[in-house]
């Protein structure tokens, strides 16, 4: 299915993640060296950043968001949404964008709620933030914030899911404008939903690696060819950071230009619907703010759900990524 929202430009990101950090060369004190080795060839995921005990995926949201308000000077009225895109919740209820809203002191006529979603989330979420945002004035803004804590759903002695996931939070700030389309291409099979899978808090999570990547192949790069279809001046791919083996083949298969995509699972891993903006911070050399960028991004995974989009970044404002 395709939507077209118009009037909504990305206008800053940042990024937060937890100190903590774990070697992935370590696992060869758990599982054998040569497996560890390989599996390090195939992920390219060297390290991950991982929540300390106590630390949620809100508090990573709430430092990204307050210090990319600060540092782009926003005054805090002009917030007439915000979204939370979260699969780790730190409430039942009410929804855990609540609190972010408190803490940031935000106005009491903003729109607030959170969404269930993960590696799509960034995406999706992208989506519901224009939707909501089209019908309000022009200058109005809206934050999307992007995190979660898998980490704490991780079985340590489970060697296909140990060595992946990490923890981040992201806040992107969009603003309504009188131009900038978003194009957003989606799909779910929930007939698979158990392929990510965990049941309650209290167990771990489970996935059957070989299914999301036979998803993946079936269905994002035909998305992301649909979007190459409409327009071919994209200045930046981005693609969830799943692990190398899935981002370089997705890239091969839809031929885009290596040097041209980008990537941050070496250093932190999948982090789940964080990674896209992540991902921009990560190389927030790669743009300016005094320039415009047309940047193709695809998130796919828990669900099974993917979305792929082209996207305007108006004068971005990308920040570095603050470590908690």
Not at 70 to 96: G, R
Not at 119 to 142: D, H, P, R, W, Y
Not at 234 to 263: M, R, W
Request: glycine share 6%; with cysteine; net charge negative.
């Amino acid at each position: 299915m395709k939507t077209i929202t118009h009037g909504i430009s990305i206008r800053g990101i940042s990024a937060a993640v937890p100190e903590k950090t774990i070697e992935n060369i370590s696992s060869i004190e758990k599982f054998r060296e040569k497996k560890v080795k390989m599996r390090l060839k195939i992920t390219g995921i060297e390290r991950r950043h991982i929540a300390k005990e106590g630390q949620d995926a809100k508090d990573l949201c709430f430092s990204a968001a307050k210090r990319l308000l600060d540092h782009m000077d926003i005054d805090k009225d002009q917030i007439s949404t915000l979204i939370f895109v979260t699969q780790t919740p730190s409430f039942v209820i009410p929804s855990t964008s609540f609190w972010i809203h408190d803490q940031l002191g935000l106005s009491k006529h903003c729109i607030v709620y959170d969404i269930n979603l993960g590696c799509s989330g960034f995406v999706e979420g992208l989506n519901t933030i224009a939707s909501v945002m089209q019908s309000q004035e022009i200058g109005n803004k809206g934050l999307l914030l992007n995190a979660d804590t898998i980490s704490k759903y991780i079985d340590c002695e489970d060697e296909a899911t140990s060595m992946i996931f990490g923890d981040a939070g992201t806040a992107t700030l969009l603003e309504r404008t009188e131009e900038d389309d978003f194009i957003c291409w989606h799909c779910v099979d929930s007939e698979q939903y158990r392929d990510i899978f965990v049941k309650t808090p209290e167990h771990k999570l489970i996935m059957d690696g070989m299914q999301v990547f036979s998803y993946t192949l079936e269905q994002v790069v035909g998305q992301i060819n649909n979007l190459l279809h409409e327009r071919n001046n994209y200045e930046f791919y981005l693609l969830h950071q799943a692990q190398k083996y899935i981002v370089d083949n997705v890239s091969s298969l839809c031929g885009l230009p290596q040097e041209k995509v980008l990537t941050s699972y070496e250093e932190y891993g999948n982090t789940s619907g964080a990674s896209i903006p992540l991902t921009m911070c990560n190389n927030r050399k790669c743009f300016s703010p005094e320039k415009n960028y047309s940047i193709l991004v695809s998130g796919f995974g828990a669900g099974l759900s993917c979305a792929s989009a082209a996207v305007t970044l108006r004068n971005p404002e990308i920040i570095d990524i603050a470590v908690l």
